[in-house]
Structure formats: structure tokens, C-alpha cells
């Protein structure tokens, strides 16, 4: 699966978009990315995922560069709730299989009033 | 949604014990579960993919003699930690997938588990 690089942290005022970007350079075309957060003591939230297309959910939205070398989470509206370690993971999903996530560091996002 | 259970949600054990960690798909089939491991401040780590009917795969470095893996039914996987020490001390969780679902739909968590061994 390809890398990615995420900043360590960021910081959001409440009520403002959040954007956290992802690095994923070494990215093939048939490889997703997929959105996790983990907020502290549990385990990972879904978020949203996509191929090349800009995606939408009641969540977030996705928005991937066209030549897919990196992405952007949007949290439109960040809250307290929101504050999270997210992750951004490039996976290959072979016809078939349940392929495994690997997790890199991610992205601490502290949301503050 | 999909929702994945683990139990119990933390346990504390002696060392030299071992400890049984269950990890339940409650509203839909998984023929294959990942177990991760979390340390303080850490990012999780697989530990090894659980196949329904069929041994688990461990990833590199990961004693399976020590964490025993059972995936006896499409609704359940265990995870035992055998002889647990110290160093196990960790937040374990587990993840799946609907079997129906499309191959590259995500994969649900668990809440995951806290081990504290004493």
C-alpha cells in the first residue's frame, strides 16, 4: 500500500471548516483513500473514502487532487466532538478480499472554542 | 450501520495468565477480522488477520503461540493473550468487514479492549 504523510497536528476554532491534508505521491490507480478518525480511548471511525472523485457524506467531504497525489478531508463545521487523531490510509483493494488498513500516525486535531 | 462489539472493554489480569478478548460482528457475517494492538501514543498495529474456518495470519514479528486466534463462526473471533506479562499492556481492537459488502468498503472497529496486566 502506499504511504502517506499527514501533519502531526492542527488546530481548529469551532464552527470553522477544518482541512486536513494527506500526501499520498507514490499512489496507483487502483488504490483508495480512505478516511479514519480515533477519538481518544476508542476505536477507529470510518469517515468517507474514494478512488478520484470527490466525495460527500453527511461526515465530511473528500477532495482528491486529480492526479491523486494528495487529498483533503473537509469538516465543514468543526466541533468540541470533532476533536480526533484522523487518519488518511491508501488501500488496495483486490477483487474479493477484505484487505487489512495499516495505519501511519495520522493527524491530532484539536478543535478549541 | 454495521457495528462491531468487543468485550470486555477493559480487563486487568495477573501476569502469567492469559486473558480472552471476543470481537462480535452483531448485524452482519465477516469471513475475515484484523486485530490490532495500540500502545500510549502510538498508532495501531496489526497483529494478524482472523479467517473464518482457517488458521489466522500473523503479521511479521507476532508470537502466535502467544496471541492465540480463534474465528470459529462468521459472527465471532477471539483473541487470547497466553502467559500475559506487563509488556502486554495495551489497547487491543478489532476490525471487519460485511462479507456482501464491496471490496473496497471500509472496514468497522470495534470499541477495543484495555489490558492492564499486573
Known amino acids: 500500500d502506499a504511504k502517506t504523510t499527514q501533519p502531526t497536528s492542527m488546530d481548529c476554532a469551532e464552527g470553522r471548516a477544518a482541512n486536513l491534508p494527506c500526501n499520498h505521491s507514490?499512489?496507483?490507480?487502483?488504490?483508495?483513500v480512505y478516511w479514519y478518525r480515533q477519538i481518544h480511548s476508542q476505536g477507529p471511525q470510518y469517515i468517507i473514502h474514494?478512488?478520484?472523485n470527490n466525495e460527500t457524506n453527511e461526515m465530511a467531504s473528500l477532495i482528491i487532487t486529480e492526479d491523486r497525489k494528495s487529498s483533503t478531508l473537509i469538516l465543514p463545521h468543526a466541533t468540541l466532538r470533532d476533536t480526533a487523531v484522523y487518519y488518511c490510509?491508501?488501500?488496495?483493494?483486490?477483487?474479493?478480499?477484505?484487505?487489512?488498513?495499516?495505519f501511519g500516525t495520522g493527524t491530532r486535531l484539536q478543535v478549541t472554542l | 450501520g454495521a457495528v462491531v462489539s468487543q468485550h470486555p472493554s477493559w480487563v486487568i489480569c495477573k501476569s502469567g495468565t492469559s486473558v480472552k478478548i471476543e470481537c462480535r460482528s452483531l448485524?452482519?457475517?465477516?469471513?475475515?477480522m484484523f486485530w490490532y494492538r495500540q500502545f500510549p501514543k502510538q498508532s495501531l498495529m496489526l497483529m494478524a488477520t482472523?479467517?473464518?474456518?482457517?488458521?489466522?495470519?500473523?503479521e511479521q514479528g507476532v508470537e502466535k503461540d502467544k496471541f492465540l486466534i480463534n474465528h470459529a463462526s462468521l459472527t465471532l473471533s477471539t483473541l487470547t493473550v497466553t502467559s500475559a506479562h506487563p509488556e502486554d499492556s495495551s489497547f487491543y481492537i478489532c476490525?471487519?468487514?460485511?462479507?456482501?459488502?464491496?471490496?473496497?468498503?471500509?472496514?468497522?472497529f470495534g470499541n477495543g479492549t484495555r489490558l492492564t496486566v499486573t
Open positions: 476490525s471487519a468487514r460485511d462479507r456482501r459488502s464491496s471490496y473496497n468498503s471500509p472496514l468497522h
Open positions: 507514490t499512489i496507483s490507480g487502483n488504490e483508495y
Open positions: 474514494g478512488l478520484k
Open positions: 490510509i491508501v488501500r488496495l483493494s483486490p477483487t474479493g478480499t477484505a484487505s487489512k488498513l495499516t
Open positions: 448485524d452482519f457475517q465477516a469471513t475475515t
Open positions: 482472523s479467517n473464518e474456518g482457517s488458521k489466522a495470519t500473523y
